[in-house]
């Protein structure tokens, strides 16, 4: 079947303009996960969205970032203002609604953002 | 210091085994993971140890976990050419991933 997908799979934009990157998670998962992969940095948790219930947005840097999730599916990260240092990966990955141990996350191929 | 880590770079000759390790801090996650990721694809979950676990073993990999050193390993015996990678450790369950920064595997034919 379909795995996560996302889109775009390379950005290149430049230094102040917005970004939007999207998440097209497995049909059916409830849960969704955004990460960031730089260089230096590894790879480092975002935002997680489980169902209804609100956000864990813990890992957002800084408040130009902020993600949505429509219907419960498809999510949105965009990123306001971009800055040279937000150039990294961003990877996506959802889980099913009853997640059994050990709870395996699937991943995405990853957007490239590079801010010129 | 970083909570979960792992040395950066591992190269071995293709037959010999790869012993890839990680360590961390924060003990309360109730799995460890390891995740491959190769040129251009997204991450995949290649193994994983519940906490409780001393040691797993698949095929060709072996997971060693030394919970009073915090102490995680992956073994891959028989390396193959196809195995050069980046391997992550990661710990969690049910809840976002905390990642090392990745070990790059090359493996020399």
């Known amino acids: 079947g379909a795995g996560v997908s996302q889109s775009p799979s390379n950005k290149v934009t430049e230094k102040g303009k917005d970004v939007e990157l999207r998440c097209d ?80 996350q699937y991943f995405g191929p990853g957007t490239r953002l590079t801010v010129t | 210091g970083e909570d979960v880590e792992q040395s950066l770079f591992l190269s071995v000759r293709e037959g010999d085994s790869s012993v890839i390790n990680c360590t961390y801090t924060d003990s309360s996650s109730t799995y460890l993971y390891w995740y491959k990721q190769e040129p251009g694809a997204g991450l995949q979950l290649l193994t994983y140890i519940f906490s409780n676990m001393d040691m797993k073993q698949d095929q060709r990999l072996t997971v060693l976990l030394n919970k009073k050193d915090k102490h995680l390993s992956l073994r891959i015996a028989d390396t193959q050419t196809g195995d050069s990678a980046i391997y992550f450790c990661a710990r969690g369950g049910n809840t976002p991933l905390v990642f090392g920064k990745g070990t790059r595997l090359s493996v020399i034919a």
């Open chain 1, 25 to 104: 998670p497995i049909s059916g998962h409830t849960a969704l996960y955004w990460y960031r992969q730089s260089l230096g940095q590894g790879l480092e948790f975002l935002i997680y969205f489980q169902g209804n219930s609100a956000p864990d947005k813990s890992g957002l840097p800084s408040d130009r970032f902020s993600a949505e999730r429509t219907g419960g599916s498809v999510s949105t990260l965009t990123i306001q203002r971009t800055q040279q240092e937000d150039s990294a990966v961003y990877l996506c990955a959802s889980s099913p609604e009853r997640v059994l141990p050990p709870y395996e």
